[in-house]
């Protein structure tokens, strides 16, 4: 078998192991089933869930068998880790339409056949018939409140001014039995997450080896930050999500693209397929020509690939560059509202411009010219772009067939003044 803790350490994911010789050992004799928990608190993934994901890809490339546990259960109650505040109860119904969408997209990373096939089980399958003074007496009484206050995710929450409900606490012994009963069912031995799960995969491990009397081993990943301490995919606008209902392709592009050089090696590493020296040889080249961003620009387009298609992908890096500085021919009415979402628009008819428009009245309708004749001194001296081309002087009238997409064209004045025609 291949060394997957080797490939894991040098692309960045390992932060703590439970038994690295074992874990080492194991994974090198067999094909070994895995799994990692998803609270459906949403009805998509976000790229902070990539972590996982990319890890599930390395560990099935490799030969093994990731399993998705999806928290149907356990997402009525929410984990408290690394949470400063109780989350709100979700319905049963909004947990079942969460899930269905999620498990569209892990179906999206993941091999569902073949000999190292991941599979997707719903941990309501085995809580739903469970009694509360059947898991008291099977399960809680193999819990000591001292191990489980000196947890780092319950003693966290403890001592912050929110506190901890009886109902998070207890949500540690829900993650064990999952543990436990993937143990015993499905004969899984490993359990990775983020690293605010090692005191829930530690408790797992420690009720198998009271109660099973087997071995089991625990593999955490780093909680990913940007090198400005910001945690992976806030940003202002909020989460970046895989859904592009939720996060547009361009947007989710544009994220990346904006990836700090600090931040570049990292995550080429973590959040792509690509080799280690092939992004070594990357890093090096964008060490010499920061400024042309090429390290970023791959970043985003193996990452945009990966989760939307290499279709779109190339879509929006078309997009991105025609943005900057290119031509916006051809792009679809789609891409141009996604380009310029806060752009002044103004709609034509669309006989007038099958007839011919002059360019100084289009201007002046666009609010771009306060006259005609301010209108033609700009256009003398090149001030003004139809789809980012530069309008000639002797330009008297623009067409349907200056529109860049099928119903749209971009005017610009100067630098920075914009407005979306639309042909209607």
């Not at 309501?124 to 995710?153: A, C, N, P, Q």
């Not at 298609?309 to 916006?328: Q, Y």
């Not at 006989?351 to 700009?378: C, H, M, N, P, Q």
Request: with cysteine.
């Amino acid at each position: 078998m291949t060394d997957i803790y080797q490939i894991l350490s040098e692309r960045g994911f390992v932060q703590d192991c439970t038994d690295t010789e074992g874990f080492r050992e194991l994974t090198g004799r067999k094909s070994v089933r895995l799994y990692c928990g998803f609270d459906p608190t949403s009805d998509s993934l976000t790229i902070g869930n990539m972590v996982c994901l990319m890890a599930f890809m390395h560990f099935q490339r490799a030969g093994h068998r990731p399993v998705v546990v999806m928290g149907g259960a356990t997402g009525m109650i929410g984990d408290p880790s690394g949470k400063s505040a109780e989350r709100n109860l979700q319905t049963t119904e909004q947990v079942a339409l969460n899930m269905a969408a999620q498990r569209r997209q892990f179906e999206h990373f993941l091999d569902f056949d073949g000999d190292a096939a991941a599979a997707i089980v719903d941990n309501m399958d085995w809580f739903r018939e469970v009694g509360f003074i059947e898991f008291l007496r099977d399960t809680g009484k193999h819990f000591r409140i001292g191990e489980m206050l000196g947890k780092e995710s319950v003693r966290a929450r403890i001592d912050s001014d929110a506190g901890i409900s009886f109902t998070e606490f207890s949500y540690m012994l829900l993650q064990a039995q999952d543990f436990r009963h993937l143990r015993e069912t499905m004969d899984c031995e490993v359990q990775v997450g983020g690293a605010d799960q090692w005191g829930n995969i530690t408790a797992g491990i420690e009720l198998i080896r009271r109660t099973l009397r087997k071995p089991a081993y625990g593999l955490t990943f780093p909680l990913i930050t940007t090198s400005t301490g910001e945690k992976l995919g806030k940003t202002a606008e909020g989460a970046v999500y895989l859904s592009p209902a939720k996060t547009p392709v361009y947007e989710f592009y544009q994220y990346w693209i904006r990836v700090e050089d600090r931040d570049v090696d990292r995550f080429l590493k973590l959040f792509t397929l690509l080799p280690v020296a092939e992004i070594d040889d990357l890093v090096a080249a964008h060490a010499q020509s920061p400024d042309k961003r090429d390290a970023q620009k791959r970043l985003a387009f193996e990452v945009t690939a990966m989760v939307h298609g290499s279709e779109e992908a190339r879509k929006a890096r078309d997009a991105a560059e025609a943005l900057f500085g290119g031509s916006l021919k051809d792009l679809s009415d789609a891409r141009l509202r996604e380009l310029f979402p806060d752009v002044p628009s103004v709609a034509i008819a669309r006989g007038d411009l099958d007839a011919g428009i002059s360019t100084f009245d289009l201007f002046v309708t666009a609010k771009l010219s306060g006259s005609k004749s301010e209108a033609r001194k700009t256009l003398a001296q090149g001030g003004f772009y139809i789809n980012n081309e530069p309008v000639g002087a002797d330009k008297r009238t623009v067409t349907a067939a200056d529109l860049a997409s099928d119903s749209m064209m971009i005017l610009r004045a100067g630098k920075k003044r914009y407005c979306l025609v639309r042909a209607e």
